[in-house]
């Protein structure tokens, strides 16, 4: 799973962050490294340097292997709130999505159960 990490010109430490937040990532997403090739962050500062609440953004976008992209959107006071929001969003989605795709309405199969 490659991360991708992209700030505004807003962000300042551009190189700690992005360690700081590729590893939070790949914590948070880590159960879907095989289902997942790419993931991309987008972090900013939607008012720059005025000051507001709830004022920095974290998008994030998820490609899994053979579907469309799905992305979630977290804004925060701060922006580690803002990704770790983000990554929680994106964590569920991805359990609904990709869980979908290994059940068939929550239960085995009837005919699974004759064969045994």
């Not at 700081?20 to 991309?40: K, M, N, P, W, Y």
């Not at 053979?66 to 929680?88: D, S």
């Not at 359990?95 to 699974?112: F, H, V």
Request: aromatic share 2%.
């Amino acid at each position: 799973m490659q991360i991708q990490v992209n700030t505004d010109y807003n962000i300042a430490g551009r190189e700690t962050l992005v360690a700081r937040v590729q590893e939070d990532v790949e914590q948070g997403l880590s159960r879907f490294a095989q289902q997942v090739t790419r993931i991309e962050v987008h972090l900013s500062d939607e008012n720059a340097a005025k000051p507001g609440d709830n004022d920095k953004r974290c998008l994030m976008e998820a490609r899994p292997s053979g579907q469309k992209p799905v992305a979630v959107t977290h804004m925060a006071a701060t922006l580690p709130e803002a990704w770790a929001g983000a990554i929680k969003k994106l964590r569920a989605l991805l359990d609904t999505q990709l869980g979908k795709l290994n059940e068939k309405k929550g239960a085995e199969s009837i005919r699974d159960n004759e064969l045994r």
